[in-house]
């Protein structure tokens, strides 16, 4: 088994990202040397850190283009025929930063029906304005043709610098 480059604990073999520290992993493995020098780069760099007071995570289905936000109907179980992708929203309530502050957000899927088995990871970045004291974050994962989610319920966290900041479950039946 493979370990993190970066934590040095195993990796779960079809994850993209260590579900320990969220770094990614397979970047490193497929990388040139170059790519992998700017890798370390990046990690060194520290964008600003965000604290967040509160947090919310919200489902919804949808197709691959995300429809407005009026659309959006929450639930957390979904009807395995008609659905097509799976969109966590988190909310964070957060002081104001005084600049604006890149962060990453990493999610992991787990399921269905078993908390230890990653069903898939990603790493997407933001911006929070310089005055805004909550923020609202969209991620999303799935299939164009509905109908391929396997029945079960999923686990979902979200991390920020490396700390879980909400978690959730969904349902598909």
């Given at each position: 088994m493979?370990?993190?480059?970066?934590?040095?604990?195993?990796?779960?073999?079809?994850?993209?990202?260590?579900?320990f520290c969220g770094k990614e992993v397979q970047a490193y493995k497929q990388a040139s040397k170059q790519e992998n020098k700017q890798f370390a780069e990046d990690d060194q760099r520290q964008d600003g850190k965000i604290t967040v007071n509160k947090a919310e995570l919200n489902f919804f289905e949808s197709g691959a283009d995300l429809p407005p936000s009026s659309e959006w109907k929450y639930s957390s179980r979904f009807p395995k025929e008609k659905t097509r992708y799976i969109n966590c929203t988190i909310s964070l309530k957060h002081p104001p930063a005084g600049e604006n502050r890149?962060?990453?957000?990493?999610?992991?899927?787990?399921?269905?029906?078993?908390?230890?088995?990653?069903?898939?990871?990603?790493?997407?970045?933001?911006?929070?304005?310089?005055?805004?004291?909550?923020?609202?974050?969209?991620?999303?994962?799935?299939?164009?043709?509905?109908?391929?989610?396997?029945?079960?319920?999923?686990?979902?966290?979200?991390?920020?610098?490396?700390?879980?900041?909400s978690s959730g479950i969904f349902e598909i039946s």
């Open positions: 493979n370990s993190c480059k970066h934590c040095g604990k195993d990796l779960v073999k079809e994850a993209n990202f260590c579900i890149n962060f990453e957000l990493v999610h992991f899927i787990y399921g269905p029906d078993d908390n230890k088995k990653l069903f898939t990871s990603g790493k997407d970045k933001f911006v929070i304005g310089a005055n805004y004291k909550e923020s609202n974050h969209t991620i999303g994962c799935g299939w164009e043709i509905p109908g391929n989610w396997d029945s079960g319920k999923y686990f979902v966290e979200i991390t920020m610098n490396n700390e879980v900041v």
